[in-house]
């Protein structure tokens, strides 16, 4: 387990980055893009070194790719309605909670009580921060278009958690995840922006590639420690990204900290400590 939590710290402090990255990208959606193709891009070496991914994978792999498709678009669209420190404490928060249930019900695991104790902190906190916003200009939509990604969040990661411990070699169904998510959004991308989304991803390759880099090992870090803990706990912890994502928003972004929200920022912390001590 002490493995599984180092994998997903690590991948919770390059996730806020990756966000960061995307909120200041002149064109979102174009960000995207690039990070999908980037990704896939920067992989397909190493897939000469893994077996093809068989059976029930490959269902794993379709499945997360289609979810995937409606997740970037709503990612988006709740960056471009409010501020960053609004929408994406809502998306991470809500995750947890949907990804929970969908481990008890699908997966069935069964969370001790300090630990469900702990994910509700966390999701508490995180979605304490986000709603402190909301009588910011376009909250409102952003904050509906982040319950929206925090629902697909949920969604993909009970799918990618069963994925990864469907084949022998993990690395196998990680690496081709990256594979199957550049098609999807090369695909869905140009099909909802039109020609326009690719003029710009051009125009910002260069991050693009930068963010991609960062895209892989931050969920490639995620997905390999669902491989060896439980999926709702460390659902849970990843959030602890909120607290990473604050801090930059506040140096690079401008956006302020008030004291509900360090009080939340707080409950975070306490929730994650609480998820290592069931």
């Known amino acids: ?31 995207r893009l690039l990070i999908g193709v980037f990704s896939s891009v920067i992989v397909a070496p190493a897939l000469f070194f893994v077996p093809f991914p068989q059976g029930r994978a490959l269902w794993f792999l379709a499945g997360t790719a289609f979810v995937h498709a409606f997740y970037e678009l709503l990612l988006v669209k709740s960056y471009e309605s409010a501020a960053f420190s609004a929408v994406y404490p809502v ?22 009580a300090i630990e469900l104790f702990g994910i509700a902190m966390v999701c508490g906190g995180v979605i ?13 939509a952003g904050l509906l278009y982040a319950l929206g990604t925090g629902f697909t969040i949920g969604c993909y990661t009970v799918i990618d958690a069963s994925g990864v411990r469907s084949v ?19 695909t869905t991308a140009p099909g909802i922006r039109g020609r326009a989304v690719v003029a710009a991803a051009r125009r910002q390759w260069k991050l693009g590639f930068l963010t991609a880099a960062l895209s892989i090992v931050s969920y490639g870090a995620a997905m390999l420690a669902y491989r060896y803990g439980a999926t709702a706990q460390l659902a849970a912890l990843r959030e602890t990204s909120v607290l990473f994502g604050t801090a930059l928003a506040m140096s690079f972004l401008g956006e ?23």
């Open 91 to 112: 998306a991470r928060g809500t995750g947890p909670l949907f990804t929970a249930l969908g481990a008890i019900v699908l997966l069935h695991e069964h969370p001790p």
């Open 128 to 140: 304490a921060i986000g709603i402190s916003h909301r009588a910011s200009e376009g909250a409102r």
């Open 168 to 186: 022998v070699q993990p690395f196998s169904y990680v690496l081709w995840f990256f594979v199957a998510h550049g098609i999807c959004v090369l």
């Open 1 to 31: 387990m002490t493995f599984a939590l180092a994998l997903i710290l690590l991948s919770a402090a390059v996730h806020a980055v990756v966000n960061i990255l995307t909120k200041r990208a002149d064109d979102k959606y174009a960000m």
């Open 256 to 278: 302020h900290m008030t004291l509900r929200r360090w009080l939340a920022a707080g409950a975070i912390a306490a929730g994650a400590i609480l998820l290592q001590a069931g």
